[in-house]
């Protein structure tokens, strides 16, 4: 089985602080991706990364950066918290097909519900 | 651009009824169409996607490539399938495109 393991199921933090979010794969994919997921909006991505130290905006990038310095792992990173960035934020990861052709999925890890107080 | 809707928030529906949960998209070529579901407390999986045209847990959904739908159907509900529904695809590139989910709600 594919795992893709978030560290944290629950952080509470204060507004101002640095927050790192962090995510591992087992799976040896290439991609990897970071959503935000709040209800009524879904799933919006963040950023994702299709190799070691790339990375590419996703759809909301503000406020965020993210680091991917080995293959399995690809942290999250709030600079400075802020209380609008209290959600649930999900990692998830893939196969890279080559061209953008061919099938695979994105497998996704338990999501951390972060507070920002 | 890439775009995936679905129009229903919540869907209630009782038990052994039929339910249908809506998805269109928008994108130009060819996609790659899935169903992803969440259940209470579990991590968000792969429900099906449309290339394997397979039924999973009695759910099906056919591509419809004219009315860009990808439609999520099941005879008869089940109180278990109580979830989040979220429609996904994947066109350019190798991201992945969500809609805004669906919960579905099934009453004995």
């Known amino acids: 089985d594919v795992k893709v393991t978030q560290s944290s199921r629950y952080l509470v933090k204060r507004t101002g602080e640095k927050v790192f979010l962090e995510c591992v794969q087992d799976?040896?994919?290439?991609?990897m991706f970071w959503y935000r997921q709040d209800p009524g909006l879904g799933l919006r991505l963040i950023y994702f990364?299709?190799?070691?130290?790339?990375?590419e905006k996703g759809d909301i990038p503000e406020g965020y950066s993210v680091s991917r310095e080995k293959k399995e792992r690809f942290s999250l990173i709030l600079e400075s918290a802020s209380t609008n960035q209290t959600s649930m934020y999900l990692c998830?990861?893939?196969?890279?097909?080559?061209?953008?052709?061919?099938?695979?999925?994105?497998?996704f890890g338990q999501g951390t519900r972060l507070t920002v107080v | 651009a890439q775009r995936v809707t679905q129009p229903e928030k919540l869907l209630s529906v009782f038990k052994g009824a039929p339910v249908e949960l809506k998805c269109n998209y928008s994108y130009s070529g060819s996609p790659e169409l899935f169903w992803y579901v969440q259940y209470s407390r579990q991590r968000l999986q792969l429900l099906l996607r449309?290339?394997s045209r397979e039924s999973i847990k009695g759910f099906t959904a056919d591509l419809n490539k004219g009315e860009t739908s990808f439609h999520l159907k099941k005879p008869f509900a089940q109180e278990e399938d109580s979830a989040m529904y979220y429609c996904?695809?994947?066109?350019?590139?190798?991201?992945?495109?969500f809609g805004p989910g669906t919960r579905l709600s099934v009453l004995p």
């Open positions: 990364s299709y190799d070691v130290k790339m990375k």
């Open positions: 998830a990861s893939s196969l890279f097909l080559w061209g953008g052709r061919g099938s695979t999925e994105a497998f």
């Open positions: 799976m040896d994919h290439e991609n």
């Open positions: 449309h290339i």
């Open positions: 996904a695809l994947r066109g350019y590139g190798q991201n992945f495109v």
